[in-house]
T-cell receptor, first 115, second 113 residues
Framework: EPEVTQTPSHQVTQMGQEVILRCVPI?????FYWYRQILGQKVEFLVS????????KSEIFDDQFSVERPDGSNFTLKIRSTKLEDSAMYFC?????????????FGDGTRLSIL | AQSVTQLGSHVSVSEGALVLLRCNYS??????LFWYVQYPNQGLQLLLK??????LVKGINGFEAEFKKSETSFHLTKPSAHMSDAAEYFC???????????FGKGTSLLVTP
């Protein structure tokens, strides 16, 4: 079964540095999502992306965050100047089409540790 | 606005016993409801979903859930727990399967021999 893949599995970064988290959604999927899970807390929605545009974003997704689909396969989340509170598990998800009542398929996540 | 409340951050059952994980939702529009399971160091795997139609939905690994609009609930059950069911379980609500999922805080299921 096709999977959403995320790299790296663990990223350690110094506070203030930029970090890029990478995701390869399922190949025929059209909608892409980023979620995060701070340790011990619930999974929180960050942003959704369709047709090279952000379609929905949460209050968490402020100016330090950006998303991009640089080519036909990758979907990236960039954090410009990381803070300690950005330490979390970041999940990418994808879906083929909003109208098909299909569930979002999640990757295994990237654990981001800010030092 | 939509939200989910999962009662009980930790649930412990004996192997072979009934599993009941509670989820109540709040939604101003007809909800789409989901249960996801997370095994250690893994991503979120869909167990089952309710969108429209039959209110009792069956999922993978013997789990099922019933959508009760009058009670705004979507509790997850399994008749007989197995050791491999030990994991974190998340209930989520959305206005559509393609829109942002609002997750509950999760319930950690422990299965004892």
């Amino acid at each position: 079964e096709p999977e959403v893949t995320q790299t790296p599995s663990h990223q350690v970064t110094q506070m203030g540095q930029e970090v890029i988290l990478r995701c390869v959604p399922i190949s025929n999927h059209l909608y892409f999502y980023w979620y995060r899970q701070i340790l011990g807390q619930k999974v929180e929605f960050l942003v959704s992306f369709y047709n090279n545009e952000i379609s929905e974003k949460s209050e968490i997704f402020d100016d330090q965050f950006s998303v991009e689909r640089p080519d036909g396969s990758n979907f990236t989340l960039k954090i410009r100047s990381t803070k300690l509170e950005d330490s979390a598990m970041y999940f990418c998800a994808s879906i083929r089409d909003r109208g098909l009542n299909q569930p979002q398929h999640f990757g295994d996540g990237t654990r981001l540790s800010i030092l | 606005a939509q939200s989910v409340t999962q009662l009980g951050s930790h649930v412990s059952v004996s192997e072979g016993a009934l599993v009941l994980l509670r989820c109540n939702y709040s939604s101003s529009v007809p909800p789409y409801l989901f249960w996801y399971v997370q095994y250690p160091n893994q991503g979120l795997q869909l167990l089952l979903k309710y969108t429209t139609g039959a209110t009792l939905v069956k999922g993978i690994n013997g789990f099922e859930a019933e959508f009760k609009k009058s009670e705004t609930s979507f509790h997850l059950t399994k008749p007989s727990a197995h050791m491999s069911d030990a994991a974190e379980y998340f209930c989520a609500v959305s206005s559509n399967s393609g829109y942002a999922l609002n997750f509950g805080k999760g319930t950690s299921l422990l299965v004892t021999p």
